[in-house]
């Protein structure tokens, strides 16, 4: 029997239409909810616009947005904004701590509405020492709790780090990219940058320093973008490429075939117009070497170097590939020579460094020269036997090359030097032995070992180094507060302790000895006008923000010493900073108008030449310089008022002789020579604050200098400890070298010679000619040299720097640089004088026989003729020659144990004394 289910019969067109209604039902509704929701949402703007309430308080929060605040919009919920970090007193992380309370507070404005709230909220959020300050405000109800921006700037007072500037300038100075990507380095730059307060121009330099090596090279390939911010876009945009190239590299390496085919590729190198050292970050790579390999530089490279005008095979620059200079001319590869564009300059090729050499109690300030190309540290043999430094013979002798590959002429190296203390800055120090060349024209050699063992920072552009390496920082830099130190070509004087045998006299070496006013003295520094002058003062000078905070701290501190006092003088000059070696301000009064008006004291300076050849006999020496100098002697009573200067800080007036006054190194003269009357010449030599020790023997030479500092601490002077010299026998003094029989110039001088600019105008000329002057004794026939150079200091003559003064400068430039060394008199031996003349000036030697035969200079003597002088037949020039000679040795020649010789290349001087009848002039 069938059996049929009757709800299944259901016809399927049925099913269908009932499918459809629903459809449209669904849509029908859903349209009437969106409807419904704009209706809803206008309403709400509506009632929003006509009844808004009050606003509620907007903090004063620097940086914060103006548009689109949290309390904008009541019945939008405020943000969840995580509480900042609890502070416990790091004064580094003060300012994100700060910052953090404030974002805190502006984005949710509605819960820390008052000041109450907010300084509460930040109490909770500090402990350890912050904490317990705010409590002890809690508890007596400090009225800086009222006001969340007094507070705020209570909590920056007390936390805020003081050394902000500094710290940041250290902090940025030592940052460096490596091998991070640029992204992280920028990042950590602007962070230090905005507290540096350094304008764009030095921010741009220190980025540039801190660069990765390749990111250099590219930008010393384009160009340097104006601004700081066209560099980071820059770089950023460029150290993206270069890890995309170092992944290409990685993932496609080259394929070194000899046949042609498609795939071979060689990945050409990234190169700049001076060659680099491959960094580990950086494989090296070679130029597509056609002969070898025959590829194709990918379509982005080829792009790349087109757009840059860079050499399609080589990657270089000012050239292209059918003249690349690396481009083999046959099948064989060849190794690539960087081509140099030389032109001149008026800037030195050389980068000359000042460093200071010590061992045991001798120290020596020379200049270096830092020589990449150099393999090793060398010191010159002449300078080497001169400043006395110990010698050693080396275990293996060494052979040099020279740059062309040929051997070092003086033959392989020997000898070396005993261990040595060497100061490059005030804080660099480190033990160093050097080999021993003969290189004159270079004292010091620093070579590549050195260069790779202080990896220093080289700013080329202004030839100074900074040392932050590793190794410098660990076992180099004396300071734990920075680990940067910059040097150029001024030195600091390396301290010394006192010496175990004058322990008893540290007194006379304490710092704090001149910090209080000295004693009332007979050599009081008066100032005497002349009749009927006028009482001077002088314009009140502009100072810069930094001028006016050394002025202020110089005024504080010589008031707290009693050096100044306030001043209602009808005088006063100006004052004014010049630099220091060092960088640092010197305030300078100028005291000219007051000068003009003064009446000269003419006591005495001594006479440089004549101070030295005291010394012919010392074969030990120390120097003393005194502190404080001129601020050793009062003004004299009643004549305070005439030192008075104006400054924005006030009308001051000086109780101790300041610097400036005409009269002050006379007194200050007297005062010295008087203290040391009968001491001088005997073994004291005395010029200004400078005090030379000399003495035959060391036993002597102890109780010299003990006597000496007796006779100090007797008048109250002190001695600087970090300039003294004790018991050497060689000795910076006066800018000369001294040693025993002998005087040398000064090393530094001899470099500053060496490397001085071209003069351009008539003062430039004129302060070259000053400078020379000053060692004219060791030049022979200087006059002679120097006439090109001093007619053009002629005010009647136009500058004009012709072929003949260039001679000249080249020939005064050469001459200093091999200087002799000129002994000292020896009154037991005879003197020989050889003279000669010119058309233009006379000159002479003055010599004694040395126990090897031989003539050693003693002194040189030049003078120009004058117009009328050089009329003068040769027989009266010579003559001329004789006397002006014998008139400058007078002191050295006259009562001479042993008759004087004459040199001389006039063979007609010689009938002189035979002659029937002499001219007047003769006569």
Same mark, same amino acid.
């Given at each position: 029997m069938d059996v049929t289910d009757c709800e299944a019969t259901t016809e399927p067109t049925d099913l269908m239409g009932?499918?459809?209604?629903?459809?449209?039902?669904?849509?029908?509704?859903?349209?009437?909810?969106?409807?419904?929701?704009?209706?809803?949402?206008?309403?709400?703007?509506?009632?929003?616009?006509?009844?808004?309430?009050?606003?509620?308080?907007?903090?004063?929060?620097?940086?914060?947005?103006?548009?689109?605040?949290?309390?904008d919009h009541p019945q939008v919920p405020e943000p969840n904004v995580p509480l900042p970090e609890r502070f416990c007193g790091n004064r580094a992380g003060f300012d994100a701590f700060l910052l953090d309370c404030h974002l805190l507070f502006s984005l949710k404005p509605r819960t820390y509405a008052s000041d109450y709230v907010k300084v509460r909220t930040v109490i909770s959020l500090m402990g350890g020492e912050p904490k317990k300050w705010a409590y002890t405000l809690l508890n007596i109800q400090d009225p800086v709790l009222d006001s969340w921006i007094t507070f705020a700037e209570a909590l920056e007072s007390?936390?805020?780090?003081?050394?902000?500037q500094s710290t940041a300038q250290s902090a940025i100075r030592a940052l460096r990219q490596g091998r991070r990507p640029v992204e992280e380095y920028i990042t950590d730059f602007r962070h230090y940058a905005h507290d540096t307060c350094w304008n764009e121009t030095a921010l741009i330099d220190q980025f540039r320093m801190?660069?990765?090596?390749? #990111?250099?090279?590219?930008?010393?390939?384009?160009?340097?973008?104006?601004?700081?911010?066209?560099?980071?876009?820059?770089?950023?945009?460029?150290?993206?490429?270069?890890?995309?190239?170092?992944?290409?590299? #990685?993932n496609t390496p080259a394929q070194v075939s000899t046949n042609r085919s498609p795939s071979s590729t060689v990945l050409p190198p990234i190169t700049s117009r001076t060659s680099v050292p491959a960094t580990p970050s950086e494989p090296p790579s070679e130029p597509m070497q056609i002969g070898l390999v025959d590829g194709r530089l990918p379509q982005a490279e080829r792009?790349?170097?087109?757009?840059?005008?860079?050499?399609?095979?080589?990657?270089?620059?000012?050239?292209?590939?059918?003249?690349?200079?690396?481009?083999?001319?046959?099948?064989?590869?060849?190794?690539?020579?960087?081509?140099?564009?030389?032109?001149?300059?008026?800037?030195?090729?050389?980068?000359?460094?000042?460093?200071?050499?010590? +061992?045991?109690?001798?120290?020596?300030?020379?200049?270096?020269m830092v020589d990449s190309g150099a393999s090793g540290c060398f010191i010159d043999t002449t300078t080497a036997s001169r400043i006395g430094i110990p010698l050693y013979n080396k275990n293996t002798p060494i052979e040099i090359q020279l740059?062309?590959?040929?051997?070092?002429?003086?033959?392989?190296?020997?000898?070396?030097?005993? #261990?040595? +203390?060497?100061?490059t800055g005030t804080n660099h120090l480190e033990e160093i032995r050097f080999d021993i060349v003969s290189s004159p024209m270079f004292p010091v050699i620093l070579g590549l070992p050195w260069l790779r063992k202080h990896d220093p920072y080289i700013q080329w552009s202004t030839a100074k180094i900074s040392f932050c390496s590793p190794y410098c920082k660990e076992r180099c830099l004396q300071t734990s507060h920075t680990m940067n130190t910059i040097l150029d070509t001024n030195m600091v004087r390396l301290g010394v302790q006192v010496p175990p045998t004058y322990q008893a006299f540290s007194d006379v070496f304490d710092e704090k000895g001149v910090e209080t006013l000295p004693p009332k003295r007979p050599y009081d520094c008066p100032i005497d006008l002349l009749p009927g002058a006028v009482i001077p003062y002088g314009r009140l000078y502009p100072l810069s923000e930094p001028e006016l905070t050394v002025l202020k701290g110089y005024i504080d501190e010589n008031l707290r010493k009693g050096f100044l006092r306030p001043s209602t003088s009808p005088a006063g000059a100006g004052i004014f900073f010049v630099k220091k070696k060092d960088g640092g301000l010197r305030p300078c009064i100028d005291y000219r108008q007051l000068n003009a008006v003064t009446i000269k004291n003419r006591y005495p300076l001594p006479l440089i030449p004549e101070l030295l050849e005291r010394l012919k006999t010392a074969q030990v020496y120390t120097k003393l310089d005194l502190r404080g100098a001129y601020n050793l002697i009062r003004m004299r009573h009643g004549d305070e008022w005439k030192t008075a200067f104006r400054s924005r800080y006030g009308h001051f007036e000086y109780t101790v002789m300041p610097y400036g006054l005409c009269n002050a190194p006379a007194t200050f003269q007297h005062f010295v020579n008087d203290i040391f009357r009968d001491l001088l010449d005997q073994f004291v030599i005395a010029y200004l604050d400078d005090i030379l020790i000399f003495s035959p023997s060391l036993s002597e030479h102890r109780r010299h200098v003990t006597m000496v500092l007796q006779r100090l601490r007797d008048h109250h002077l002190f001695a600087k400890l970090d300039?003294?010299?004790?018991?050497?026998?060689?000795?910076?003094?006066?800018?000369?070298?001294?040693?025993?029989?002998?005087?040398?110039?000064?090393?530094?001088?001899?470099?500053?010679i060496h490397t001085w600019p071209i003069p351009r105008t008539i003062k430039e000329v004129q302060?070259?000619?000053?400078?020379?002057?000053?060692?004219?004794?060791?030049?022979?026939?200087?006059s002679d040299i120097i006439h090109p150079l001093t007619q053009l200091t002629k005010s009647s003559v136009p500058f004009h720097w012709t072929s003949q003064a260039q001679k000249a400068f080249n020939t005064l430039q050469e001459r200093f640089t091999t200087a002799p060394i000129l002994t000292l008199p020896k009154p037991q031996l005879p003197f020989f004088v050889e003279v000669d003349a010119s058309e233009i000036a006379t000159g002479a030697v003055l010599s004694q026989r040395s126990p090897d035969n031989l003539l050693h200079p003693i002194a040189y003597y030049s003078k120009k003729l004058n117009t009328s002088e050089q009329n003068y037949d040769i027989t009266d020039k010579e003559l001329l020659a004789i006397k002006r000679a014998f008139e400058e040795w007078r002191h050295l020649l006259e009562g001479a144990t042993h008759p004087v010789t004459v040199l001389t290349d006039h063979k007609n001087l010689e009938y002189l004394q035979s002659a029937k009848q002499l001219r007047p002039r003769q006569a």
């Open positions: 009932a499918f459809a209604n629903l459809t449209r039902q669904v849509s029908a509704l859903t349209r009437s909810v969106q409807e419904l929701r704009v209706e809803q949402r206008d309403l709400q703007v509506q009632v929003h616009n006509t009844a808004a309430p009050p606003p509620y308080p907007t903090p004063d929060v620097q940086h914060a947005p103006r548009s689109s605040r949290p309390d007390m936390y805020k780090d003081p050394n902000k801190g660069l990765s090596e390749p #990111l250099k090279d590219e930008i010393a390939r384009v160009g340097i973008p104006p601004t700081l911010e066209g560099i980071t876009r820059f770089c950023i945009q460029m150290d993206r490429r270069l890890r995309e190239r170092r992944l290409e590299r #990685l792009e790349r170097r087109r757009r840059l005008r860079l050499c399609l095979y080589c990657g270089g620059v000012n050239h292209q590939a059918r003249t690349c200079p690396v481009k083999p001319t046959r099948g064989k590869p060849r190794h690539i020579i960087s081509p140099l564009t030389v032109r001149k300059s008026s800037v030195s090729p050389l980068l000359m460094i000042s460093i200071l050499l010590q +061992w045991q109690q001798m120290k020596i300030p020379l200049q270096a740059v062309d590959g040929s051997p070092l002429k003086s033959g392989p190296i020997t000898t070396e030097s005993a #261990l040595l +203390w060497m100061y300039k003294c010299v004790f018991e050497t026998t060689k000795i910076p003094f006066l800018g000369f070298i001294i040693s025993p029989g002998s005087i040398e110039m000064d090393p530094q001088k001899i470099q500053a302060r070259f000619i000053g400078f020379a002057n000053f060692y004219r004794r060791f030049i022979k026939r200087f």
